[in-house]
């Protein structure tokens, strides 16, 4: 059976496991994953620590995470497309069974393994070398070959080390020491991937099948139609609004697809959409749920993991590409219901004038805004005021506030059942859909105020949204039941409520099987780079490639994180791309004097990790699209690729121009820069597709992508005008850092030897200190030179100083030395692009008056 034959069922089916077995192997399967999900929000609560028992430490809990994700794979993922689905074989459960102990070994002879770091016993190795076959197993059936061919291709480069090609060669890894490194440390398998999936991921793809289980999903879906159903191509645009509510906290663009794709590809294509487009729509905005904070696929979390940086700052920095890119998908189905003729969907009323509106959406800002500035400081203020009791007078306040929505809730008609075959006649009102889930906020509310405002830790702000939820899937059937006094529906009873949780809490740990079994065998990647330097060899074949040309060399990345992404879920093919190719762009950059954040590099390669989902011939997304449009796979992929060239341009501007990613940007310039890069987006969007206010013509698509480039880089014509820096001799460093100002920088250009002796020539900034002399700035930084033979030369790098910090080391040849110029500063460039646009919004105008006349 071919993919593109699929139903949306079965693709769903396969996202959760595609075994669906009857009587006892059933029960077993829930059980376990009933089991699962209890354990992980055992282990996230304050409890264990509270009661003194069941408190494990990061290597125990990652075991028991791995155990139970395959025991479950094996039991709920066929071996084979001919293997029977209504029941699990005997060697399954056996292979499971087995699978499940080599992982829990870890657990059950922790205080062992920890007293011989190193020396592996015979149970240690055989243990391992029957536990990474069965996990490349697992992952074959759970995932498709393509992530566990990867892993197996690592470890025998690990192992066959001195028989590669000159480039590739290196010393070689015995088959112990491979065990070790893989299963027996937290260097391999059990390694931050595995961690960051047990100890953050877990919990939020659980709160993410809860609030489905609680109808929040529905809800989202029918807010979004009813608000934007009456534009044209309303529910196109619909699609857009609720994939990426849904993409908010997926972990997965597939299962984005075959969820929200269900109701609204159909949709789509009653409006006038063809098959592929309406696919093609859908997965443009479910994979763009997946570079969205807070959540990102998972990405987030192991982002603050692999960087260091704190997580609020990995979801400011990444916020701004992904909304913008969002408005944008927004934009390119409205120029495509345009380029199609599409009619808006009549409105069940009069419209109201636009002046009435603007004024309604800026009340309710600004009753958004007051409630919010009122309940902040109104927090801020009961906290130290009450003490120990501040948590019982918030938790009674958020038992009133949800009864209260549960109230209007009642008085509402309740949300009809989806059904995306009826016919699209009339529009659901959006004020009685709008009342009818509001409580499915509250979860969202208290995620975003424990990660935002408390500053709790993602795993512990998912634990608290979850138990919010457990407590609204108990008792909303029950109040609701109770509340709406017309008699004209019941809800269920507190026994229905106890049925959602329990289904809810099995859904959550099925989502997980995938996820768990992709870090595991996405940690044996992470551990053969470290084992064998692999890293180093994949920078040098790039820079070969590339023939020393940054652009090119970003490119080449570009498509090597297509390739590697290609058949992965979102989380792993982040964990492969950022620990091959991240560093590359680092150390390539630096050699070529880009210098660039590590949080630009990392979002680069993961954004081109998941366009390997909508990318032709692989694009699992788009094959699980046309499942359900019943278009063509091919076709629905590279129209999506189409839809997505705007998401494949931002990483390379984020990479020139870091402003975009909010990096050392004040709020006035940060909102300046959202509204200018917008802006610049939507005319590249309008550039692509080849329509504007009218159909363009082939020089008013270049000028639009002139202007979008203006817009976006407006650095590049400013340095074209004027060198951003002077040289300085190497030997006036001291002065040159005498008459910099503070705030500033300077770049030094340096040569030198790496980790390994080998002769490297790249660029450093360093950060001007506080005023003083240039010694003394000198001094500051931590550097000492000497010169010998008409060169530059450092002495000594002190200690956790600046300099040691950008990388400066004994012996280092300081080349040259730029200073920062005084000029203009580079976003008068956008003068000339908004001149030109608006001559092109002028002509535009003109000719599309003249086609009306006619």
């Known amino acids: 059976m071919t993919t593109d034959k699929l139903s949306s069922e079965e693709l769903i089916a396969q996202e959760v496991g595609a075994r669906n077995p009857q009587g006892a192997m059933a029960k077993i399967i829930a059980g376990l994953a009933l089991a699962w999900s209890l354990f992980q929000l055992w282990i996230a609560s304050p409890l264990p620590f509270m009661v003194g028992i069941g408190v494990f430490n990061d290597t125990q809990t990652r075991a028991i995470h ?48 920890a007293q011989r770091p190193g020396n592996l016993t015979t149970a240690d190795l055989v243990t391992a070398c029957i536990g990474i076959p069965l996990l490349l197993e697992a992952t074959r059936r759970a995932l498709g070959p393509a992530l566990a061919i990867i892993a197996a291709i690592f470890l025998i480069y690990s192992l066959a080390g001195p028989w590669m090609p000159a480039m590739l060669a290196h010393r070689g890894v015995s088959l112990t020491a491979l065990a070790n490194h893989q299963w027996i440390t937290t260097e391999g398998v059990f390694g931050i991937a595995l961690g960051v999936s047990t100890s953050f991921v877990f919990l939020f793809v659980l709160f993410g099948a809860l609030l489905e289980r609680a109808g929040a999903g529905h809800y989202f879906i029918q807010l979004a139609f009813s608000l934007l159903g009456h534009m044209r191509g309303g529910p196109a645009k619909a699609a857009v609004v609720s994939s990426g509510l849904t993409g908010l906290i997926s972990g997965s663009s597939i299962a984005n697809v075959v969820t929200t794709g269900t109701f609204t590809i159909p949709m789509m294509k009653r409006t006038g959409f063809s098959a592929e487009k309406a696919g093609a729509v859908e997965v443009a905005s479910s994979v763009n749920g997946q570079i969205m904070p807070p959540v990102m696929g998972a990405a987030a979390f192991l982002m603050v993991e692999y960087i260091g940086m704190p997580y609020i700052e990995v979801v400011k920095h990444a916020f701004l590409p992904a909304l913008i890119s969002y408005i ?112 499915f906020l509250l979860p969202v509310v208290v995620l975003v105020w424990c990660l935002m405002v408390e500053r709790l830790s993602p795993g ?76 180093l060899v994949l920078a040098d074949v790039v820079e070969v490639l590339s023939m020393g040309n940054l652009l090119l060399m970003l490119i080449l990345t570009a498509f090597l994180s297509l390739i590697l992404g290609m058949g992965l879920p979102t989380t792993a093919n982040y964990i492969v791309v950022s620990s091959l190719l991240a560093p590359v762009i680092v150390s390539l950059g630096q050699q070529n004097g880009l210098i660039v954040p590590l949080i630009a590099v ?231 692009a908004l001149l030109l646009m608006g001559l092109l919004i002028w002509r535009q105008r003109r000719r599309l008056k003249e086609q009306a006349a006619v």
């Open 66 to 113: 791995l155990a139970f994700a395959l025991l479950l794979a094996f039991l709920a993922y066929p071996a084979f497309k001919r293997s029977p689905r209504e029941r699990v074989p005997l060697l399954d459960v056996a292979l499971g069974l087995v699978a499940a102990a080599t992982a829990a070994y870890l657990f059950l002879f922790y205080e062992q393994l």
């Open 328 to 439: 944008a998908l927004f934009y390119i189905v409205h120029l495509e219901s345009l380029k199609l003729g599409l009619k808006a969907l009549p409105r069940n009323s009069a419209p109201k004038p636009w002046l009435v509106r603007l004024l309604g959406l800026a009340f309710g800002a600004a009753l958004i805004s007051g409630i919010s500035l009122a309940v902040y400081y109104g927090l801020g203020w009961m906290k130290p005021a009450l003490g120990d009791a501040a948590s019982w007078v918030i938790g009674a306040m958020l038992l009133i506030v949800y009864v209260g929505l549960l109230k209007i809730a009642a008085g509402t008609p309740p949300l009809p059942a989806e059904d995306p075959n009826t016919p699209l006649e009339k529009l659901p009102e959006t004020r009685p859909v709008l009342l009818s889930g509001l409580h």
């Open 460 to 535: 512990l702000s998912a634990f608290w949204g979850s138990m919010i939820l457990v407590f609204i899937l108990l008792t909303q059937r029950p109040l609701l039941s109770w509340l709406r006094r017309d008699g004209t529906h019941e809800h269920g009873s507190f026994m229905d409520g106890m049925v959602d949780l329990r289904e809810g809490l099995i859904a959550g740990a099925r989502n997980m099987i995938g996820i768990g079994i992709a870090t595991a065998a996405a940690g044996i990647i992470v551990g053969a780079v470290s084992q064998t330097g692999v890293g």
């Open 602 to 832: 990392h979002l680069f390669v993961f954004y081109f990790g998941i366009m390997a989902d909508v990318t032709p011939p692989v694009g699992l997304a788009s094959f699980a699209a046309a499942a359900v449009s019943k278009g063509d796979p091919i076709r629905t992929g590279i129209t999506a690729f189409y839809y997505s060239l705007r998401t494949a341009v931002l990483p390379f501007l984020f990479i020139f121009n870091t402003d975009l990613l909010l990096i050392d940007v004040d709020l006035w310039h940060g909102i300046l820069i959202f509204i200018i890069a917008t802006v610049a987006m939507l005319l590249f969007a309008a550039g692509t597709q080849g329509y504007f206010l009218v159909r363009n013509r082939w020089y008013e698509n270049a000028a639009l992508l002139l202007i979008a480039f203006a817009l976006f880089r407006p650095g590049f014509w400013m340095d074209m005008l004027v060198d951003p820096y002077r040289d300085i001799p190497p030997a006036e460093l001291a002065q040159a850092l005498e008459r910099v100002e503070e705030n500033s920088e300077l770049r030094l250009r340096v040569h030198g030897e790496d980790a390994v002796g080998q002769p490297r020539t790249f660029t450093v900034v360093l950060p001007i200190p506080e005023k003083g002399t240039g010694e003394e700035r000198l001094e500051a930084l931590g550097l000492t030179l000497y010169e010998e033979d008409d060169k530059v030369l450092i002495d000594t790098v002190g200690f956790s100083s600046p300099a040691e910090a950008a990388g400066l080391a004994f012996d280092q040849e300081i080349l040259s030395v730029r200073a920062p110029t005084e000029r203009a500063p580079k976003e008068l460039i956008w003068i000339p």
